[in-house]
Structure formats: C-alpha cells, structure tokens
C-alpha cells in the first residue's frame, strides 16, 4: 500500500508564496518520478511541474520562474515552491508519483488527495 500526502496549501495573496510537500510511504521500491498537477473549477487537470529520479525538472509554460519543484529522496518527499502568486493558480494542487513496489512490479501513478491553493485579496 503507498500513500502520498501533501500539505501547505491555503490562502495567500496575489504575489504571495506557498510551499506544498507532498510525502510518499509504505511499500516502495522505487520511485521514477513525482510530480505536481492542478485543477481548477470547471477546468481539466493540468500538470504544474515534475522531477525524475534523475533530478531532470519540467515546468508548465505558465508557472516557469515562479515555481520551483525540488525533491529529498531520503525521506520520499517532492516540494513545489510557488512565489509570485497570481489569482489564475488558484486550483486543487494533486501530488502524482510513479511508483514500483518490488522490482517485480511496473511502475504505476499514484495520487494524493489534493491540496488548495486559493490566491486572493
């Protein structure tokens, strides 16, 4: 069984900064990738930024020098810190993680609860 729990949303104002954590436990073998993804009201979900087990980042085009995604392996932990917070990031921030649970296994995603981010005066 693997849990991902994030933490760190809430409410801030425009040009604000929040730090989302999101920690990866249990049965884990290893893990290819994790990842940040948002979803706004009546909007699909999209993904903010990934890092691969080889430190190799990916950023939306909207959230590039805002945003930093960072990861502690040790602890099996992917961090997403946002500065210059503008209204339009407000949405549901999931945590995504590719996961294989024995070298037997494939690798599949696994998904937080979600977190809110509301960015707001």
């Known amino acids: 069984q693997v849990q991902l729990v994030e933490s760190g949303g809430g409410l801030v104002q425009p040009g604000g900064s929040l730090r989302l954590s999101c920690a990866a436990s249990?049965?884990?073998?290893?893990?290819?990738?994790m990842g940040w993804y948002r979803q706004a009201p009546g909007k699909q979900r999209e993904l903010v930024a990934s890092?691969?087990?080889?430190?190799?980042?990916n950023y939306a085009d909207s959230v590039k020098g805002r945003f930093t995604i960072s990861k502690n392996n040790a602890k099996n932990t992917v961090y997403l810190q946002m500065n210059s917070l503008k209204p339009e990031d407000t949405a549901v921030y999931y945590c995504n993680a590719a996961i294989s649970v024995s070298p037997r296994e494939y690798t599949r995603d696994y998904w937080g609860q979600g977190t809110q981010v509301t960015v707001s005066s």
């Open positions: 890092i691969t087990s080889g430190g190799r980042r």
């Open positions: 249990g049965s884990i073998f290893s893990i290819n990738a």
